[in-house]
């Protein structure tokens, strides 16, 4: 058993930060000004298709539009444009937006960086961290005692699994609440790829004098697992879920029983309900079913809802009441589908995914919906109104490889602590918090 820390990181500007207030509506110098862009549009009227790009890109309105040419309001003359990458003249559509890009997001930080920074409590939360050689390494943060200027978290890992990769991870409550972590895990070489269910307490940072650490619970060779999920539902004690290609496969752990129900599509996302007996999955087919727990694996009977969207669900979340999920894809689309209409009520615009699989995190307690995009930007929307209510910037700059990873709390570090988002680029781990 191993103690890292990601130390406060100051000189670099990087560092482990907490933000007060991160909610509030965005300023328009955030986004676009509207009267500006209708006043464009009257003066250009006609050219609506022009594949020209000059002082528009570069936000000036005082200088004619030249097809084929950029206008540098720094240097104050024009520059011509080349399609692509080009080695002798790199100025090209696509710099240019990069780095109006990378100025909009310096702005955003420094914006961020005058807010006020306070204290907050914190719990633990499991992670996942690809490593270089392959496979993953993981374990328990522990973000407990959160002082300032000493802003420092441990990280309790078990080094005994590091060699796998991990396709997907939930916490599982079989002898109580979060007792353990469910990991699906890929094959390596001639091993299959299996399910494995850990003890919590194998992360723990000590263990009492003469007493062994808890070893692996169980292991399920299950092949190419794209998702998981673990049961709280009487209907299903004491099982978890695998989205699997073209298959959905519920295994109890206690009795090893298993049930295998056929699909049309690749099960990317899962969630058991709570109160109704319904296991919900999303495909790469863009379809949403449920699961009626109650029946078996025979026949056509185990479908009890079927919703659709135009491209690969990537997160589906099934609301308190259980008469409304919500679900993203991978055409960026955030929607709440009403079950007893069997429609779509609401929509949340601005989430940016063109292929990549993106967690969606809804919180009805404090009324939002959390999505970090493929543009690394991580998005707050009202969940009452889908109105967009804070746009926070990646520490870093742009990169696929980078895309952060957040988790919300309402009650960050237990019954008295307050909400706060985590988010973790790389090495680093900022926290969000208001009071």
């Known amino acids: 058993m191993s103690k890292n820390s990601w130390p406060s990181r100051r000189r670099h500007g990087r560092r482990l930060y907490q933000r007060n ?3 509030r509506l965005r300023d328009s110098n955030e986004r676009y000004d509207p009267g500006a862009l209708q006043s464009t549009q009257d003066s250009g009227s006609g050219d609506d298709e022009s594949p ?4 528009g890109v570069a936000g000036s309105s005082s200088v004619p539009d030249l097809p084929g040419y950029y206008f540098d309001p720094e240097k104050k003359r024009y520059f011509r444009l080349l399609p692509g990458h080009n080695n002798c003249n790199p100025l090209t559509n696509e710099s240019i937006r990069q780095k109006e890009m990378e ?4 702005q955003l930080l420094e914006e961020e960086d005058k807010q006020k920074k306070a204290d907050t409590n914190s719990d633990r939360l499991f992670t996942v961290n690809d490593v270089k050689v392959g496979g993953s390494k993981y374990g328990i943060i522990n973000l407990r005692g959160l002082k300032t200027p000493s802003l420092r978290v ?7 699994f590091t060699n796998r990769k991990v396709n997907s991870v939930c916490w599982a409550s079989l002898n109580h609440l979060d007792s353990h972590i469910l990991l699906c895990l890929m094959g390596l070489a001639e091993t299959p790829g299996c399910a494995t269910l850990l003890p919590a307490s194998l992360f723990v940072s000590s263990h009492p004098a003469g007493v062994d650490r808890p070893g692996m619970l169980c292991s399920f ?5 794209w998702s998981c999920a673990w049961s709280l539902n009487i209907q299903a004690n004491n099982c978890f879920s695998t989205g699997l290609s073209r298959r959905v496969l519920l295994t109890n752990v206690v009795t090893g029983h298993r049930q295998s129900f056929v699909t049309s599509s690749d ?4 969630q058991f309900a709570l109160l109704a007996p319904l296991l919900f999955n999303g495909c790469r087919s863009g379809e949403i079913f449920a699961i009626d727990l109650r029946c078996g694996n025979q026949g056509k009977g185990w479908k009890a809802t079927r919703l659709f969207h135009d491209s690969a669900v990537t997160s589906v979340q099934i609301l308190q009441e259980e008469e409304c999920v919500m679900a993203s894809d991978m055409a960026g689309k955030i929607k709440l589908w009403d079950l007893r209409a069997m429609k779509c009520i609401r929509q949340y615009e601005g989430h940016v995914n063109e292929y990549a699989y993106l967690p969606l995190h809804v919180h009805e307690e404090e009324g939002i919906v959390v999505a970090v995009g493929q543009d690394c930007y991580t998005r707050i929307w009202s969940f009452h109104d889908a109105q967009l209510l804070r746009t926070i910037p990646s520490p870093y700059p742009t990169s696929k490889a980078d895309i952060p990873s ?4 309402s009650r960050l570090g237990g019954f008295r602590g307050a909400p706060g988002l985590l988010m973790a680029v790389q090495r680093d781990l900022y926290c969000f918090s208001y009071g």
């Open 103 to 106: 100025k909009k997001r310096l």
């Open 154 to 160: 441990h990280m309790h890992e078990n080094l005994y």
């Open 21 to 23: 207030p991160w909610f």
């Open 221 to 225: 060779r299950i092949p190419g697992a």
């Open 267 to 270: 099960v990317l996302t899962q």
């Open 52 to 55: 020209s790009t000059s002082s």
């Open 406 to 409: 957040v988790a919300f709390s």
